[in-house]
């Protein structure tokens, strides 16, 4: 018999139980209440006072053995597990006959007295149990749980029920949350909330979700940022404010990165940049105390101390050290980008020095940031909404909080020159217009805000996901949300949709006439490679086995491969123009294997992805090229 077959007749017999039991008319499901009064964590935690006593408990039947008149059920509440010890002889008949028709991950409650087995374990001896839900869908099975990820972060309801570890997570992450918040409510900041939906896209350069509003009939854009509300607010004469909420951008997906997450800004009059990075370092060391019970975390094998002071560089600093380039002898934007050509770091035709810096940055020092670390002093071009420093008026008085080579913070002394941040968001408008795509837009209203007057003003803003990553030793952004976002299944096309219905409904069987009338190809090369070359390059199918956007590159995506090997081989491509990262993942590609490696944001590519590249209607256009699922990992080609 096969599993599937099996699995089947399961759940026929599941069905089977319900319809029998509605029969009857003992339909579980007419149940609305049960009057709990001890939970499994509490009864197992302080066993002595619990003692002799009948309770009532509710929760999820995870295990069931025994035969017989007597059966042994373990049952699951929100607080832990605890052994039901059932006997015919003190049930009756009766209640009895319900524990023998139970199956796994049926919701059951439960009355009887707390005692210890015979091997010591403490349990509950069964008076009566009543069938509460019938679980109509198996759990994984017990030895193996739930172990395939993209499973888990799909149906995270059966994840919670079967990796207790993960609810303890999700417990964690609700404690940083409501510390964070207890943090700043005993320092005087004021909760508040700002619009979600917007009529201009601000507060930060990234690529935001459109939607439209009927009754208005204007496009709206969904939060990148809350900054330029909250800021309005310190106009209005409020002295510190904060809101933690979900912001949106519409941009790559990859451990770190989700489309929706949740951050918190907030702002005080009357400090600067260096009074946000005092409370910076003291507010997250006071949550990690609270919740781990030390400023010192474990962290993938790493241990983070994040007790103040953290280390402090400014970028410039940074870059000489780790890059060994002093952008301080760096006299001209086109220095910098010949510097970034030197270096193979990519670059825009709108980018200057500054931008170049960040690139370098980004490249080179990121990942030496380990321990919780300060880097300060941004350049002005990449800090449209901060102040200029006094004494260096091209650099500004911003700094980004990092752990892990992750950053989770940015903060700034408030730009509150109502003239200079004019000049800064016609910047950002005529990079949109150049085609950037995540440059901000004109906001009027928030310029008269500052005509009216910001006063001296520190702003903060912190990535609260990756915060509850590293206080939690997560390795992914999608481990610490709840239901991250995920590409539905079933939404590729397939062959036969695509093809035209013929009247009966059933898909035609010629296919659909694709016109190459309007392509244009490179020419062929004329100058011949000698076979004994060619057959050098190492032509190799691989399996994608994941695949990320790159950070803070709009081109570059980032994929581990199977190549047949026990390594997983990384190779970055420069086609998130043309794919996103999740509809590649478990295709078959082609890639040359031995060029040596080539250092990509700061990452070994080592090889190269083969795509088919040519032109249609002045525009290139790009197809990886994808083979056969049956041909095997490392196959070679001739």
């Not at 599941?14 to 149940?31: F, N, Q, S, V, W």
């Not at 581990?560 to 996103?580: F, K, N, Q």
């Not at 294997?593 to 083969?610: A, F, Q, W, Y």
């Not at 095997?632 to 001739?638: C, M, N, R, T, V």
């Amino acid at each position: 018999m096969t599993k599937q077959r099996s699995d089947n007749e399961m759940l026929a017999i599941r069905r089977e139980k319900l319809k029998a039991l509605r029969e009857a008319g003992k339909d579980p499901h007419t149940i609305t209440k049960v009057d709990v009064t001890a939970h499994a964590g509490n009864v197992q935690e302080h066993f002595t006072d619990w003692e002799g006593k009948t309770v009532c408990m509710a929760g999820r039947l995870l295990a069931k053995r025994g035969h017989g008149k007597m059966s042994f059920l373990d049952l699951q509440d929100a607080t832990g597990k605890i052994q039901l010890i059932c006997r015919e002889n003190i049930m009756g008949e009766e209640f009895f006959s319900v524990v023998r028709d139970l199956d796994l991950g049926d919701i059951v409650s439960v009355e009887g007295e707390i005692l210890r087995s015979d091997r010591g374990e403490i349990s509950v001896s069964a008076q009566n149990v009543t069938l509460l839900t019938k679980a109509l869908a198996q759990l994984p099975e017990k030895f193996h749980g739930l172990k395939d990820q993209d499973l888990r972060y799909r149906e995270r309801y059966v994840d919670l029920i079967v990796n207790p570890e993960v609810k303890d997570v999700f417990v964690k992450r609700t404690k940083i949350l409501s510390g964070i918040r207890r943090y700043l409510d005993d320092h005087g900041y004021l909760a508040v909330e700002t619009p979600i939906l917007n009529t201009i896209s601000g507060g930060a350069n990234a690529r935001p979700f459109i939607t439209h509003h009927n009754t208005l009939d204007i496009d709206m854009y969904l939060r990148i940022a809350n900054e330029l509300y909250l800021k309005r607010l310190i106009v209005g004469g409020f002295d510190g404010v904060y809101e933690m909420g979900r912001m949106f951008r519409n941009e790559g997906m990859d451990t770190k990165h989700n489309p929706e997450y949740t951050a918190i800004e907030l702002y005080k009059a009357y400090t600067d940049y260096e009074g946000m990075m005092k409370l910076c370092e003291d507010m997250l060391s006071t949550v990690a105390e609270e919740v781990c019970g030390s400023t010192k975390v474990d962290y993938q094998g790493e241990s983070l101390d994040f007790r103040p002071p953290w280390k402090r560089m400014t970028m410039t600093e940074a870059v000489r050290e780790y890059a060994h380039v002093d952008f301080d002898q760096v006299q001209s934007d086109e220095d910098a980008r010949a510097l970034a050509k030197a270096h193979n770091i990519e670059t825009q035709a709108t980018d200057g020095k500054g931008k170049i810096l960040q690139y370098f940055f980004d490249a080179y020092v990121e990942e030496h940031l380990r321990q919780p670390t300060f880097i300060y002093e941004y350049p002005v071009e990449i800090s449209p909404l901060a102040k200029r420093m006094p004494n260096k008026p091209e650099m500004t008085e911003r700094f980004e909080a990092f752990v892990c080579g992750s950053e989770i913070g940015n903060a700034f002394s408030e730009l509150n020159d109502a003239e200079d941040q004019r000049g800064r968001f016609e910047h950002q408008v005529a990079l949109r217009e150049a085609g950037d795509e995540e440059a901000g837009m004109m906001d009027e209203d928030f310029l008269h805000a500052l005509e009216v007057g910001l006063p001296p003003t520190g702003g903060m803003g912190l990535g609260i996901d990756r915060i509850v990553m590293f206080l939690t030793n997560q390795t992914s952004i999608r481990d610490v949300l709840l239901f991250p976002t995920m590409k539905p299944l079933g939404v590729e096309k397939t062959e036969a949709s695509t093809k035209p219905a013929t009247a009966s409904g059933e898909p035609a069987t010629s296919p659909t006439a694709i016109d190459f009338s309007k392509v244009q190809i490179e020419p062929l090369f004329t100058d011949f490679v000698d076979f004994d070359t060619f057959s050098k390059s190492d032509f190799r199918a691989v399996k994608v086995l994941s695949c990320e956007a790159v950070p803070k590159s709009k081109k570059l995506l980032r994929f581990a491969l199977d190549d047949g090997t026990e390594e997983p081989r990384t190779i970055l491509s420069g086609i998130h123009a043309y794919y996103e990262p999740e509809e590649l993942v478990g295709k078959t590609c082609i890639a040359i294997t031995n060029l040596p490696p080539r250092k990509m944001m700061g990452v070994d590519s080592c090889g190269m992805l083969i795509s088919a590249i040519h032109e249609e209607e002045g525009e290139e256009k790009l197809h990886l090229l994808m083979v056969d699922d049956h041909i095997p990992a490392g196959a070679k080609l001739y």
